[in-house]
């Protein structure tokens, strides 16, 4: 038979050898001929698969809310310092990038890891939230700067609305409210934040659509694949800031000294 010398790389998700790029075996002229958005092409790229309607919609929904909040804060605030430095698009861009973590938009592969666990091991959220205090870990998707009680924040309650309206089951996204419930008894800011209400939705995506096994789930949430959600939208917004500081042809930025507090 043949012989087949052993590769240097395996690869899964795309094919450019024929006359037309394919996604997960999709060729391109399928793609744009059947009208899929940047939802489906997601799918197939990160998940191997062509999902539901309603599943590739909230994927782009998910982009849309995350691609910008204002310059304040990290992400923008480090993208706009460093396009005053001078520096090119892919520079500021990454700069702004970088700032992405636990604290600030990339909490929602930790967020969806500890919901799964503490609601598959039935915790109440009295018992989850106290026992995450012990280990001193901040309940990721939890708490946030400017949002309160009395001040939600919007993309979670669009996101939740979207939700309860074409999932089948929001099993993950309710328990993650009756966290939230909790923790509001204990301060005003910790409400369910957009990495969480993004985290548990996607669990139950990936439960109730019926297209993953419970192996894949797990290796889903274990890999961590949801900050990518984060990263790709705010990748829109921190271009759209540096394009806007080089318009306005802003000069170096340098923060002003009463702005620090100089101490030994
Ligand atoms: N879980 C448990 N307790 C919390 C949490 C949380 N997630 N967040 C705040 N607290 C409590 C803690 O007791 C904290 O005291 P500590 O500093 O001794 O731990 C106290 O509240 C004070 O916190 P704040 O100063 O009010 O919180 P801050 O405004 O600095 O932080 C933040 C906001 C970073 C979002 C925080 O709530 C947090 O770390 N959350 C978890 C990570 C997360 O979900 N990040 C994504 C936010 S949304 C986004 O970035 C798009
Ligand atoms: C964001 O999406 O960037 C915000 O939720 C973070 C913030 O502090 O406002």
Same mark, same amino acid.
């Given at each position: 038979?043949?012989?087949?010398?052993?590769?240097?790389?395996?690869?899964?998700?795309?094919?450019?050898?024929?006359?037309?790029?394919?996604?997960?075996? $999709? =060729?391109?002229?399928?793609?744009?001929? !059947?009208?899929?958005?940047?939802? +489906?092409?997601?799918?197939? %790229?990160?998940? @191997?698969?062509?999902?539901?309607?309603?599943?590739?919609?909230?994927?782009?929904?998910?982009?849309?809310?995350?691609?910008?909040?204002?310059?304040?804060?990290?992400?923008?605030?480090?993208?706009?310092?460093?396009?005053?430095?001078?520096?090119?698009?892919?520079?500021?861009?990454?700069?702004?990038?970088?700032?992405?973590?636990?604290?600030?938009?990339?909490?929602?592969?930790?967020?969806?890891?500890?919901?799964?666990?503490?609601?598959?091991?039935?915790?109440?959220?009295?018992?989850?939230?106290?026992?995450?205090?012990?280990?001193?870990?901040? $309940? =990721?998707?939890?708490?946030?700067?400017? !949002?309160?009680?009395?001040?939600? +924040?919007?993309?979670?309650? %669009?996101?939740? @609305?979207?939700?309860?309206?074409?999932?089948?089951?929001?099993?993950?996204?309710?328990?993650?409210?009756q966290v939230e419930?909790?923790?509001?008894?204990?301060?005003?800011?910790?409400?369910?934040?957009v990495d969480g209400?993004?985290?548990?939705?996607?669990?139950d995506l990936l439960?109730?659509?019926?297209?993953?096994?419970?192996?894949?789930?797990?290796?889903?949430?274990?890999?961590?694949?949801?900050?990518?959600?984060?990263?790709?939208?705010?990748?829109?917004?921190?271009?759209?800031?540096?394009?806007?500081?080089?318009?306005?042809?802003?000069?170096?930025?340098?923060?002003?000294?009463?702005?620090?507090?100089?101490?030994?």
């Amino acid at each position: 038979g043949k012989v087949r010398a052993p590769t240097h790389i395996i690869s899964t998700i795309s094919d450019d050898r024929g006359e037309e790029p394919c996604y997960a075996g $999709v =060729p391109m002229s399928t793609i744009i001929e !059947k009208g899929y958005g940047v939802g +489906d092409v997601i799918s197939l %790229l990160w998940f @191997k698969r062509s999902l539901p309607r309603y599943c590739t919609q909230f994927i782009e929904i998910c982009i849309m809310l995350c691609a910008d909040h204002g310059p304040c804060v990290s992400g923008a605030h480090n993208s706009i310092v460093t396009a005053r430095a001078g520096k090119d698009l892919v520079s500021s861009l990454v700069s702004g990038l970088l700032t992405i973590g636990p604290r600030f938009g990339g909490a929602i592969d930790d967020a969806a890891r500890y919901f799964k666990d503490a609601c598959d091991r039935g915790l109440t959220p009295y018992e989850f939230v106290e026992g995450m205090k012990k280990k001193g870990i901040r $309940v =990721p998707g939890i708490g946030h700067r400017i !949002k309160s009680r009395d001040n939600r +924040d919007k993309r979670v309650q %669009l996101l939740q @609305k979207y939700a309860h309206t074409h999932f089948p089951s929001v099993k993950y996204m309710e328990y993650a409210v009756q966290v939230e419930t909790y923790t509001l008894s204990k301060a005003n800011n910790l409400v369910l934040n957009v990495d969480g209400a993004i985290g548990s939705l996607f669990l139950d995506l990936l439960s109730g659509s019926g297209m993953f096994t419970k192996q894949e789930i797990d290796e889903i949430v274990e890999i961590g694949y949801l900050n990518g959600l984060f990263v790709l939208a705010r990748s829109i917004g921190l271009i759209g800031h540096t394009f806007d500081q080089k318009r306005l042809k802003q000069p170096l930025y340098r923060h002003p000294w009463e702005d620090v507090l100089y101490t030994k």
